[in-house]
């Protein structure tokens, strides 16, 4: 199983990026994928997921920017990224595992898969 995330990097304040997370080696539409981030200094913290059924959710500091969306054809889940902040600056990660609040951090446990982490940066 693999995940690898791309889309990361350097935009200024305000601006945008789409991540995506391709996913191999598994039945994407059996799993619950999340994007997480780890600021510098700073905790790892779950900042959105979608359920095997399509719901998707959102911690607050990033709802209304954020959209998550998954292509269980492509095995790809995107996490497209508006108005950004320079606390978004982080790395992001994606996440599978069949259990929802896993992903979404709700849960201590750590999911199943992980992907390596892609950059992004927000500074003008």
């Known amino acids: 199983v693999q995940l690898v995330e791309f889309g990361g990097g350097l935009v200024q304040p305000g601006g945008s990026l789409r991540l995506s997370c391709t996913v191999s080696?598994?039945?994407?539409?059996?799993?619950?994928i999340g994007w997480f981030r780890q600021a510098p200094g700073k905790e790892r913290e779950g900042i959105s997921c979608?359920?095997?059924?399509?719901?998707?959710y959102y911690k607050a500091s990033v709802e209304g920017r954020f959209t998550i969306s998954r292509d269980n054809v492509e095995n790809t889940v995107y996490l497209q990224m508006n108005s950004l902040k320079s606390e978004d600056t982080a790395i992001y990660y994606c996440?599978?595992?069949?259990?929802?609040?896993?992903?979404?951090?709700?849960?201590?446990?750590?999911?199943?898969?992980w992907g390596p982490g892609t950059q992004v940066t927000v500074s003008s």
């Open positions: 996440a599978a595992d069949p259990s929802l609040a896993v992903v979404s951090g709700a849960s201590p446990a750590r999911p199943d898969y």
């Open positions: 979608v359920n095997t059924d399509g719901s998707k």
């Open positions: 080696g598994l039945r994407l539409e059996t799993y619950a």
